[in-house]
């Protein structure tokens, strides 16, 4: 077992860009990851692209003063390497969308091979004999200037993929399952152009709503109003102002509101905190009525596209 440390060049200027990308277009086969500060702030921005091409690394700064779009273009034209794509492509769907034509997913492939685990971190591990450290994987990307310890993290992604290709495609070859993750993959690439799930008038119905009585379904839907509107004030992703179990334990312990112990589900720093803001959402929620809800939504045979932050949970 290795620790690795990987060479790279860091982009975040428009001339810097311009001498990477003839390099990018002479490479056949461009292993790709990318960083976002979803578990940090309350939009999902992307902060970093980790490129590599033969034995080159290129952190590429989207946030930098630069216009990245030929970069997007060219890769749409080369067989891609990644793993787990699909927060990945939803996200640079949002910067005028992005639909490459070759995809090779490892996490796919070792889905496909059966493997105990599917992780990058267990991949590298397993195939490489490289330890991969976790300690940057809930950094916030959007800072700047990036330590180079971060860096370094990120451009270890980028290297390890090529490696892993190299390996797994064979395996993949061998077991007969091509076509398998060819179709898997083009669907990957299909699903993660659909973008995220946009929150409608229905996003409040988390977790199992459908067993909180009217009155627990009119307190989730007014905490969840008070937490999105605080979220955006504070500028912090939803689960960081309550997280879904908190929500959904508040609205069912206060179907009674204010008869109950409903307090004692917030913990004590919650309660100090924002118990007293809290108690004036529930107040407005008792004197709401069932009747003025959205209409619940029809029930689907495929669930929507995941949200950033359930995706980013899944990393």
Not at 41 to 68: F, K, M, S
Not at 127 to 151: C, F, V
């Amino acid at each position: 077992m290795v620790f690795v440390e990987t060479d790279y060049t860091f982009i975040n200027q428009q001339e810097e860009l311009e001498r990477f990308l003839p390099v990018l277009e002479q490479g056949e086969t461009v292993c790709l990851d990318t960083e976002a500060d979803n578990m940090h702030h309350y939009e999902t921005r992307l902060c970093l692209l980790q490129i590599g091409v033969e034995d080159q690394v290129a952190l590429v700064d989207p946030l930098g003063d630069l216009d990245w779009t030929p970069l997007l273009g060219l890769m749409e034209k080369k067989r891609l390497v990644m793993h787990g794509s699909d927060f990945d492509f939803r996200l640079l769907s949002q910067h005028g969308g992005f639909r490459p034509k070759n995809l090779f997913d490892t996490m796919h492939a070792a889905q496909l091979l059966g493997l105990p685990k599917i992780g990058l971190g267990f991949l590298a591990e397993h195939y490489l004999g490289i330890k991969m450290t976790k300690g940057h994987q809930k950094s916030d990307w959007s800072k700047r200037p990036l330590p180079p310890k971060m860096l370094t993290y990120a451009a270890l992604d980028a290297h390890i993929l090529h490696g892993l290709k190299e390996v797994m495609e064979k395996e993949i070859r061998d077991a007969g399952r091509e076509e398998w993750l060819r179709e898997r993959c083009q669907w990957q690439v299909e699903q993660g152009n659909i973008g995220f799930a946009e929150k409608d008038k229905n996003a409040w119905r988390i977790l199992s709503w459908r067993n909180l009585s009217p009155r627990g379904q009119v307190n989730l839907y007014y905490l969840y109003q008070w937490r999105e509107k605080r979220a955006k004030e504070w500028d912090l992703p939803p689960f960081k102002v309550l997280h879904n179990e908190m929500l959904f334990g508040l609205a069912k312990a206060a179907q009674d509101f204010p008869h109950g112990d409903w307090r004692k589900a917030m913990t004590p720093r919650l309660f100090n905190s924002r118990g007293k803001d809290l108690e004036n959402v529930l107040r407005q929620a008792a004197a709401a009525s069932p009747k003025d809800l959205p209409p619940p939504p029809p029930r689907k045979l495929r669930p929507d596209p995941l949200n950033p932050e359930e995706l980013g949970r899944q990393a």
